[in-house]
């Protein structure tokens, strides 16, 4: 069974400020999914990645399959990121179940 | 619009009783799930079902039940047989379909928060 860690557990920057989620893994997957948890419980699809790169406004994911690392980064950010950020990964197979990170809960001061 | 809804939001219940939480999708989607998030762990899968008539256990299906008799609708009984159940219950979909490297995109419900008192 894959282990997903991710770091840091908490973090709080100030408005602005360049933010870096990490997350790795212990076995070989096939995808990395980012997913963004609001206050009341709802979560979000940010990004679905398998190898290099992908950008979605101030959000950049990355992936090293060697490593077995992931990072979401957060440029400029703003309160209104504030959220948990949550890593799961997919195996090899059919059924497509994720394995889930305890996520990192981000705090945006302004 | 289409998308996930779950019902209640909010679901108090007396020890040794069952519940029913509702998912309901339009997305068109084949494959539903339900996990469950307790506080400072991540989500965990309880049961899946890749198609209409067939779910499977997760990781954490003791005490649960499901059934899958329409595309749409995914209903997770909470049984008093779950030691357990006070938590964070969210239903999720996905196309199924296609890609079959990395699984596909689920889309989450807003979830349903239980309590058992």
């Known amino acids: 069974k894959n282990e997903v860690e991710q770091s840091p557990q908490n973090l709080t920057a100030q408005e602005g400020e360049f933010i870096t989620i990490n997350c790795s893994y212990s076995?070989?997957?096939?995808?990395l999914h980012w997913l963004q948890q609001h206050p009341g419980g709802g979560i979000v699809s940010l990004f679905m990645l398998s190898s290099g790169k992908k950008k979605h406004g101030r959000l950049i994911a990355t992936i090293n399959i060697q490593e077995k690392h992931s990072s979401l980064h957060i440029t400029a950010s703003h309160p209104r990121d504030s959220a948990v950020y949550i890593c799961?990964?997919?195996?090899?197979?059919?059924?497509?179940?994720?394995?889930f990170g305890s996520g990192t809960q981000l705090t945006v001061l302004p | 619009d289409g998308g996930i809804t779950q019902s209640p939001k909010y679901l108090f219940r007396k020890e040794g009783q069952n519940v029913t939480l509702s998912c309901e999708q339009n997305?068109?989607?084949?494959?539903m799930y339900w996990y469950r998030q307790d506080p400072g762990q991540g989500l965990r899968l309880i049961y899946y079902?890749?198609?209409?008539?067939?779910?499977q256990k997760g990781d954490i299906a003791e005490g649960y039940s499901v059934s899958r008799e329409k595309k749409e609708s995914f209903p997770l009984t909470v049984t008093s047989a779950q030691k357990n159940p006070t938590a964070f219950y969210l239903c999720?979909?996905?196309?199924?379909?296609?890609?079959?490297?990395?699984?596909?995109?689920?889309?989450f419900g807003p979830g349903t928060r239980l309590t058992v008192l």
């Open positions: 076995v070989g997957i096939s995808a």
């Open positions: 799961a990964v997919a195996g090899w197979g059919s059924a497509r179940q994720l394995t």
């Open positions: 999720a979909s996905s196309s199924g379909q296609g890609v079959y490297r990395g699984g596909n995109e689920q889309f």
């Open positions: 079902s890749q198609i209409v008539n067939d779910f």
């Open positions: 997305l068109n989607h084949d494959a």
